[in-house]
């Protein structure tokens, strides 16, 4: 077999006579690596492209504090290290991280990135600005609580801002360029475990767990608005996650309205989940979060029920674990409205826990399906001027 590649591909990849390059038959799709486009991540992102703007920001941070006449930086508070770190990490963050995610896209280096959707990007960007966000807040939040009342000269703070401001746009840098479906999984997990997590610990004075879970997005708790952003945003993450697995999906297994009916399924449930985040618990909206709360426990039910038809070639272990889980969760329900044994906080953690984890390995079992089929073959590359 001779496969001709088109000067453009051969200049990308970088291909010279007598190299050897890798091809991977997924599916519909061939993709073709060599020794210089499988280079590390850590070789191919270079130095000034995070240094720069670092550099940059932290002359700005220290002409900021130079106008108000501040030699005296606090570690937290309104105007301080910890919210200029967080706010100009986000920014030049994300910034960073959306041209060097669409020029992936553009280049088509990366599978993931390239077979996005438009409509999704916004989702994608802003998904790691707010875990980036969430992540920040609970750093600063950290060493706020251990290094109460501490505070920088402005040279150091300067130097304590740009390590900060050049670790984060390395890192944004360099998940731009690994971003796969598998760390939109992991992105998903981390929003909702990070903003959960964060919570709880900024509402534990509150005893929050004497109330609900419900009660971390109400007015009544400290930065209620961090909870349900999570919510929402876990949400977004999730559509745009479904989005391409079954756009995926769709070229193993076209037109199948099984997996249409799981897809609007899975999709109506991410919806429901943001529009929890969007009604919190509070006296206005109570009615309809507590509607919208019990919506998200009916289609995990309709999934764990149905899912042994909704999706082909399940395997029994995963099938097994589906009915497990179901059982539980209806046990849980009987202990908690009938019995009056589970109190409301303990019968929200063991359904979330439980409901979030199915989801989770539903989720990897779909990525799975995509990858199936896989073939890797090593052929030797020969040039035009070389003859056949």
Do not use: C
């Not at 700005?60 to 006449?69: E, G, P, S, T, V």
């Not at 989801?359 to 040039?383: A, C, H, M, N, P």
């Amino acid at each position: 077999m001779k496969i001709e590649l088109p000067d453009k591909v051969v200049e990308q990849l970088q291909v010279k006579g007598a190299d050897s390059v890798k091809i991977e038959l997924r599916n519909n799709d061939a993709l073709l690596t060599t020794k210089a486009s499988e280079m590390s991540l850590f070789q191919q992102i270079s130095l000034w492209w995070y240094l720069a703007p670092a550099v940059i920001s932290a002359l700005a941070f220290n002409l900021f504090f130079a106008m108000k006449n501040k030699n005296q930086i606090p570690l937290s508070g309104n105007t301080s290290l910890g919210t200029t770190v967080i706010l100009g990490g986000v920014v030049i963050g994300t910034l960073l991280f959306a041209v060097f995610f669409i020029r992936e896209r553009r280049n088509q280096t990366n599978t993931f990135s390239a077979n996005i959707y438009w409509r999704n990007f916004p989702v994608v960007i802003l998904s790691f600005a707010v875990i980036l966000g969430l992540a920040l807040l609970g750093v600063f939040w950290l060493l706020g609580t251990i290094f109460t009342g501490a505070t920088f000269d402005r040279l150091t703070s300067t130097i304590i801002f740009f390590i900060f401001e050049s670790m984060i746009n390395y890192l944004m840098i360099y998940a731009a360029f690994s971003i796969s479906s598998r760390t939109l999984v992991q992105l998903f997990t981390l929003v909702i475990i990070s903003g959960a997590v964060i919570a709880m610990a900024t509402n534990s004075t509150h005893r929050w767990w004497q109330y609900n879970l419900s009660f971390l997005g109400t007015d009544l708790a400290s930065n209620s608005w961090q909870f349900n952003i999570t919510l929402m945003f876990s949400a977004l993450i999730l559509i745009a996650l479904v989005d391409y697995i079954f756009v995926s999906l769709n070229a193993i297994y076209p037109r199948s309205p099984r997996l249409l009916i799981l897809r609007v399924l899975l999709t109506a449930m991410a919806v429901d989940l943001g529009a929890v985040g969007f009604f919190p618990n509070n006296a206005a909206s109570h009615v309809i979060h507590d509607r919208l709360a019990s919506f998200l426990v009916y289609f995990i039910i309709a999934l764990i029920v149905g899912i042994r038809w909704l999706l082909p070639k399940i395997p029994s272990a995963f099938l097994q674990m589906s009915y497990a889980v179901g059982l539980i969760l209806v046990v849980a329900e009987v202990l908690f409205k009938v019995v009056g044994y589970l109190s409301l906080t303990a019968y929200e953690i063991i359904g979330f826990t439980l409901a979030f984890g199915w989801v989770i390995l539903l989720l990897q079992f779909l990525q799975e399906l995509i990858d199936r089929g896989t073939r890797v073959f090593y052929v030797k590359v020969k040039s035009a001027d070389q003859g056949d």
